[in-house]
């Protein structure tokens, strides 16, 4: 795995963001769309994104409970 640090921020590609949350990058895009992470967008135009989001991301996303990271929202509002 190969992340980036920049000014003490690590940054991770969508590939590795995919992995941790166990979804496919359609639905990383999908997110992205309606900003519910937001990607840091490198000179070169390629995503990078904070792992600080990617971690708030995860305590919402459990693949094996929820179907959406809407049904995830819900559920945990609930609780």
């Known amino acids: 795995m190969i992340s980036f ?3 003490g921020i690590l940054l ?5 963001v995919c992995e ?3 979804i496919s990058y359609t639905t990383l895009r ?3 769309k309606r900003g519910w992470i937001k990607p840091v967008i490198l000179e070169s135009g390629r995503w990078r994104f904070r792992e600080e989001d990617v971690e708030k991301l995860m305590g ?3 693949p ?5 990271l809407r049904s ?3 559920a945990n ?3």
């Open 5 to 7: 640090l920049i000014v």
């Open 12 to 16: 991770l590609k969508p590939k590795e």
């Open 20 to 22: 941790r949350l166990s």
């Open 30 to 32: 999908d997110y992205v």
């Open 60 to 62: 919402i996303v459990k």
């Open 64 to 68: 094996e409970d929820c179907y959406t």
């Open 72 to 74: 995830c929202l819900l």
């Open 77 to 79: 509002a609930e609780r």
